[in-house]
T-cell receptor, first 113, second 111 residues
Framework: DAGVTQSPTHLIKTRGQQVTLRCSPK?????VSWYQQALGQGPQFIFQ???????QRGNFPDRFSGHQFPNYSSELNVNALLLGDSALYLC????????????FGPGTRLTVT | EDQVTQSPEALRLQEGESSSLNCSYT??????LFWYRQDPGKGPEFLFT???AGEEKEKERLKATLTKKESFLHITAPKPEDSATYLC????????????FGKGTTLSVSS
């Protein structure tokens, strides 16, 4: 049973550029949430997608946007990158039937220079 | 404001030396409290969900308990492989299923 997968593993971008991160949920899951984890901090909720729509959003600017595809996979896009966007980006998947259990992927380490 | 505070920030134990990690929370209606384990550079690994005061759950050397204001993660006779950062998170009823995390407790167990 494949767990949550994310790509790429690592990414280095320059300030002002745009980046796209990808996530495939655990088999049987239909809901995808994205979190940002800065070094030494706990993860912070960015947004959640269900049925290809953004269902819930945290306190992040519009530079952060996302998409969910019919196969439940998801993308996180960040425009106009800032140095402060450097972090581990985590994707978590869950099922609408068991919403409370969220399973995380290994994350994408984004470094903005 | 919904908030989670974990203590201590770091904890060093000898193998076999039992201890507890604390997670205190302020939330407008608790939907659930979650414990995760995170190894360096990896994603959090789900451990437990607790829903109501008085509830307890166990897994190997770990036991999680919940009161109306805090949760404890008890580690009995830890081994070096238990070394990791332990994250506590809550879901608030008015905030859907978004997880609100604390900063974590980094546990180091030496042999």
């Amino acid at each position: 049973d494949a767990g949550v997968t994310q790509s790429p593993t690592h990414l280095i971008k320059t300030r002002g550029q745009q980046v796209t991160l990808r996530c495939s949920p655990k088999s049987g899951h239909d809901t995808v949430s994205w979190y940002q984890q800065a070094l030494g901090q706990g993860p912070q909720f960015i947004f959640q997608y269900y049925e290809e729509e953004e269902r819930q959003r945290g306190n992040f600017p519009d530079r952060f946007s996302g998409h969910q595809f019919p196969n439940y996979s998801s993308e996180l896009n960040v425009n106009a990158l800032l140095l402060g966007d450097s972090a581990l980006y985590l994707c978590a998947s869950s099922s609408w039937m068991v919403e409370d259990e969220q399973y995380f992927g290994p994350g994408t380490r984004l470094t903005v220079t | 404001e919904d908030q989670v505070t974990q203590s201590p920030e770091a904890l060093r134990l000898q193998e076999g030396e039992s201890s507890s990690l604390n997670c205190s929370y302020t939330v407008s209606g608790l939907r659930g409290l979650f414990w995760y384990r995170q190894d360096p550079g990896k994603g959090p690994e789900f451990l437990f969900t607790l829903y109501s005061a008085g509830e307890e759950k166990e897994k190997e050397r770990l036991k999680a308990t919940l009161t109306k204001k805090e949760s404890f993660l008890h580690i009995t006779a830890p081994k070096p492989e238990d070394s990791a950062t332990y994250l506590c998170a809550v879901q608030a009823r008015q905030a859907g299923t978004a997880l609100i995390f604390g900063k974590g407790t980094t546990l180091s167990v030496s042999s």
